[in-house]
């Protein structure tokens, strides 16, 4: 093998090893972001449910389609905690904005769906007064619920009670749980 052969066998492999390195560190940034994002992801579930006042909440949702109603926002799909946040996502009312959903669909029905994350999708449906007392079409999975009634007019759901069901069973039990030391005045 010739001196220039080995010199470019030598520029050959460097190429290859910073490229092989660049592509692992680009990887290896990815996936630490998207780990990060499960556990905010995680870490919002349990307040959404035990740290949010869902009477604000379901107050706060039905702000919504009255602002669809004044043309202030049209039905739809709203980004909110993305890279590209939709700028009408601004006029939420302030406790919606905190929660950092991912989306917020406003149904030209009046109801309103705050989907938190893609990944697992939970979030809460928040129906319009006297919009009736069963929940739609969308809480259901065949013939089984897959959705825990907050408070009358507030739904949450959870992709994960479909396959795991015993995990709705269990956070009937401590949301009735939080309803009891809450009307008993119990920290």
Known sequence: MERQDKWILIVIISVCVIC???VVAYLG?????????????E?????????????ALLEACRVLPRQVASSQLKPGSYQVNSRN??????????????????????LKSGVVDIIMSSR???GVVAYPENYGS???????????????????????????????????????QLLKKRKSEDSSGVP
């Open 20 to 22: 092989g390195v660049a």
């Open 134 to 172: 069963t929940p739609d079409d969308s809480l259901k999975y065949g013939d089984r619920l897959w959705g825990i009634e907050l408070i009358d007019g507030l739904w949450y759901y959870d992709e994960d009670f479909q396959n795991h069901p015993e995990h709705m069973k269990e956070l009937e």
């Open 29 to 41: 940034y990815h996936v630490i972001s998207f780990n990060r994002y499960l556990e905010s992801m």
């Open 43 to 55: 870490a919002r579930r349990p307040v959404l449910l035990y740290e949010t006042d869902h009477r």
């Open 120 to 122: 697992v999708i939970y």
């Open 85 to 106: 946040p939709d700028p009408e996502s601004k006029l939420f009312p302030q406790l919606i904005q905190d929660l950092l959903p991912l989306r917020v669909d406003i």
